[in-house]
């Protein structure tokens, strides 16, 4: 008799202790996952790198068109030298020569036209990566205050973790070893719980209204009763 007393109140404490023991557990497997990335982050690194390609992509395409463009400008003073040198006498010769002339010009114009267009790019695009930097420094130094924050909540929940796990090993001591067998087979099958304690004349966990004969039992009396709709062993919050 006085065994199933302390059965009742150790079965109750356990089922307490699993409560928390599930919520913890949980938790620290969310802060886990929380502490690992962040999106927000990688997004604006992502970022902070796209634009930076960008803007020397478009640096060396500048480069290239002043460097093509300043080559132009050696061909054409050559021309024209040539064109001054009285060298040529033919007249169709010389008209080509001028067309040619004439042609990179127009050439070199689209080349200068197309550096300055590049130009103003990598003015704008270093503005936006300059922007995205700063912002980079900052969500940087929120994310690792975050995550101090997290590690320093993981490293509480670890020790509560241990202390509930502790503290389940001393009440399964306390529990005869067919009373510990029916607690952890009925956790397994009834989703983690395996008590329910009474609210009223209610089941706490299906909610569903007990029979009066069985209240009285399971109030009065040291036998260990089940809820005949869920199954799980109901018990008064002592
Ligand atoms: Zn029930």
Same mark, same amino acid.
């Given at each position: 008799?006085? #065994? ?17 023991? /599930? ?8 802060? #886990? ?16 790198? =796209?634009? /930076?390609?960008?803007?020397?992509? $478009?640096? @060396?395409?500048?480069?290239?068109? &002043? ?5 132009? $400008? ?15 006498? #033919? ?5 080509? %020569? ?10 070199? @114009? ?8 590049? %130009? ?7 503005? @936006?990566?300059?922007?995205k930097q ?6 940087? *130094? ?8 997290? &590690?320093? *909540? ?21 529990? =005869? ?16 719980v395996a ?6 004349? #209610?089941?706490?966990?299906?909610? @569903? ?11 009065? =009396? /040291? ?5 005949? =709709?869920?199954?799980?062993?109901? %018990? $008064? /919050?002592?």
């Amino acid at each position: 008799m006085g #065994n199933n007393v302390n059965a009742k109140a150790a079965l109750l404490k356990m089922h307490e202790i699993d409560s928390l023991y /599930d919520k913890v557990r949980r938790r620290i497997l969310l802060l #886990n996952r929380a502490v690992e990335s962040s999106s927000e982050l990688e997004t604006l690194r992502e970022e902070v790198e =796209s634009v /930076d390609h960008e803007l020397q992509g $478009t640096r @060396t395409e500048q480069q290239d068109l &002043e460097l093509e463009s300043r080559s132009l $400008t050696e061909k054409i003073r050559e021309s024209e030298s040539n064109l001054m040198s009285g060298e040529l006498n #033919n007249p169709r010769e010389l008209e080509a %020569l001028q067309a040619s002339i004439d042609s990179m010009k127009e050439h070199r @114009t689209d080349l200068e036209n197309r550096s300055v267009e590049r %130009l103003v790019m990598v003015d704008s695009l270093q503005v @936006t990566l300059e922007k995205k930097q700063a912002s980079l420094v900052e969500v940087e *130094e929120e994310w690792t205050n975050r995550k101090s924050t997290l &590690e320093t *909540e993981i490293d509480q929940r670890k020790k509560e973790y241990l202390y509930l796990k502790r503290a389940r090993e001393q009440v399964a001591e306390i529990l =005869s070893e067919e009373n510990l067998e029916m607690y952890e087979h009925l956790r397994r099958r009834k989703n983690g719980v395996a008590v329910a304690v009474l609210e009223d004349e #209610n089941c706490g966990a299906c909610h @569903t209204q007990v029979a009066v004969g069985i209240l009285n039992n399971i109030r009065y =009396s /040291d036998d260990l009763l089940s809820c005949p =709709s869920c199954g799980r062993i109901l %018990l $008064t /919050d002592l």
